[in-house]
């Protein structure tokens, strides 16, 4: 994304017809009525994370989630799922929701940071980067209460996979506001950058979503669960350890010496956390993809 720009004006004078796109002004200024960026867009920003998040919180897991179990429950995998242990909480019914629900939120503001960052809009930009602080304020709080899914119906806590989760939501709030608040939401890299890890966190919950339904049992199905794993893997290696570290580097090289020391200081952290989070994360995603290539050769699993 940080390569490409629009080089034709007519989709982004086109797209300001749209009424609907009236609505993204509020994302220049943020209600503050000043374009420059500054602690003045804090306010607003706030208002927006914290509505925001409640209403991801009501219309996601409360509405929208007895939508998705119910279709799902429809399904003939739905029983047998169960015979699985899930990775982000044990009864893998549940997780299979909660995946669908967060990997829907990821590609709508992925998309949005995707868009922006294609056409050269920086307020569409941060709208995205904003949208996606609704999942890391709402993760973060379901995994310290702890709440659905992460708590009840006899779910124990996995202190190691909450450390990591908190630790990659802590680095993308940390970063986020200051890029946003400094103007760096402007720079094509720091948009490259929120664009490919958001998109890689939606491609990896449907990757992980769809093998869930997968009977390694039958040779069939663990073909098309060895499919998701390895396109899943590639689209998560290209976005967490090409596109990242390019772009992290090129900000280093034309921006760090401009930035203020807090700035400095926030991108150093991000840079150490998020590619300890993707490095860690990595390791998984090749193990469990290394398994399924396994599984097809022998033709099937045999004991799941």
């Known amino acids: 994304f940080g390569q490409l720009s629009c080089r034709f004006p007519w989709p982004i004078a086109a797209c300001r017809e749209f009424p609907s796109c009236a609505a993204m002004d509020f994302f220049t200024h943020f209600g503050s009525g000043n374009t420059t960026p500054g602690s003045h867009w804090l306010p607003g920003m706030a208002l927006f994370v914290v509505?925001?998040?409640?209403?991801?919180h009501f219309l996601g897991f409360r509405l929208w989630r007895r939508h998705v179990e119910r279709a799902y429950s429809q399904r003939p995998w739905w029983n047998y799922i169960k015979t699985y242990k899930g990775l982000i909480c044990h009864d893998v019914q549940k997780e299979v929701q909660y995946l669908s629900i967060v990997g829907c939120h990821h590609i709508f503001g992925g998309g949005l940071m995707a868009y922006g960052t294609w056409f050269s809009l920086p307020h569409i930009w941060a709208a995205g980067a904003l949208v996606g602080l609704f999942d890391d304020v709402h993760d973060s709080v379901c995994m310290l209460l702890p709440a659905w899914p992460f708590g009840g119906n006899g779910e124990k806590r996995?202190?190691?996979?909450?450390?990591?989760?908190?630790?990659?939501?802590?680095?993308?709030?940390?970063?986020t506001v200051p890029a946003i608040l400094t103007g760096m939401h402007a720079n094509p890299h720091a948009q490259a950058i929120g664009a490919w890890l958001l998109l890689a966190g939606g491609i990896s919950h449907f990757t992980l979503v769809g093998s869930r339904t997968c009977n390694r049992r039958v040779p069939a199905e663990a073909k098309f669960d060895c499919f998701l794993w390895l396109q899943g893997s590639a689209f998560y290696a290209y976005s967490r350890l090409y596109a990242f570290p390019l772009h992290i580097w090129a900000l280093f090289q034309e921006e760090y010496d401009q930035l203020v020391p807090g700035m400095q200081n926030a991108l150093i952290g991000?840079?150490?956390?998020?590619?300890?989070?993707?490095?860690?994360?990595?390791?998984?995603?090749?193990?469990?993809?290394?398994?399924?290539?396994?599984?097809?050769?022998?033709?099937?699993?045999?004991d799941v």
């Open 51 to 56: 509505s925001g998040t409640l209403a991801y």
């Open 158 to 175: 996995d202190v190691k996979l909450i450390t990591l989760l908190l630790i990659h939501h802590f680095a993308a709030i940390v970063c």
């Open 270 to 302: 991000f840079t150490i956390l998020m590619g300890t989070f993707n490095l860690l994360i990595f390791g998984d995603v090749a193990t469990n993809t290394v398994k399924r290539v396994k599984i097809v050769l022998r033709g099937s699993e045999k």
